[in-house]
């Protein structure tokens, strides 16, 4: 692993830690009952299930680069 893929990926992981994931209406119905744990594990919730995604995105966009390579090689 390179240096520059290194840091893309240390900070991609970073990002996700301070993520806020919920929207306006989810939000201000959370917070006006009083408890912020609710409103916490709901945006924890939220990010938790976002990560999925792009892990799968990641996985696919790997798999064609590892082929494509692979045929330029056997070229």
């Known amino acids: 692993?390179?240096?520059?893929?290194f840091f893309l990926?240390?900070?991609?992981?970073?990002s996700f830690a301070?993520?806020?994931?919920?929207c306006a209406m989810c939000r201000a119905v959370l917070e006006s009952e009083?408890?912020?744990?609710?409103a916490e594990g709901i945006n924890d919730g939220i990010v938790y299930l976002m990560v999925f995604p792009y892990l799968l995105m990641a996985g696919?966009?790997?798999f064609i680069w590892k082929s494509r390579r692979k045929s330029r090689v056997e070229e």
């Open 9 to 14: 990926l240390f900070f991609s992981i970073l």
């Open 60 to 62: 696919v966009a790997y």
């Open 18 to 22: 301070e993520a806020s994931a919920q």
């Open 34 to 38: 009083g408890s912020q744990a609710a």
């Open 1 to 5: 692993m390179n240096k520059k893929s």
